[in-house]
C-alpha cells in the first residue's frame, strides 16, 4: 500500500509540474519595432507636483 501511495504522490506531482510550467508559457522575446516600455507597472505622480498649491481665497475688504 505504501509504494502505492507514493508512486500515486509522484504523479501528481509531476502532472502539478507540467501543468505550471505549460500555463507559465515562454519569456516574451520583444519583436523589431514592438514597444519594448509600456510603463503598465510604474507608480501614478503627478507630472508637477511642486505647482500644486491649495485654492485660497482673496481677502476682501
Known amino acids: 500500500m505504501m509504494p502505492t501511495l507514493i508512486v500515486l504522490l509522484l504523479v501528481i506531482l509531476a502532472v502539478v509540474a507540467i501543468v505550471w510550467v505549460v500555463r507559465k508559457g515562454p519569456a516574451h522575446t520583444p519583436r523589431p519595432g514592438e514597444d519594448?516600455?509600456?510603463?503598465?507597472?510604474?507608480?501614478?505622480?503627478p507630472a508637477e507636483t511642486h505647482h500644486h498649491r491649495p485654492h485660497e481665497p482673496e481677502p476682501r475688504s
Not at 519594448?36 to 505622480?45: G, K, L, R
Open 36 to 45: 519594448q516600455d509600456t510603463a503598465w507597472n510604474d507608480p501614478i505622480t
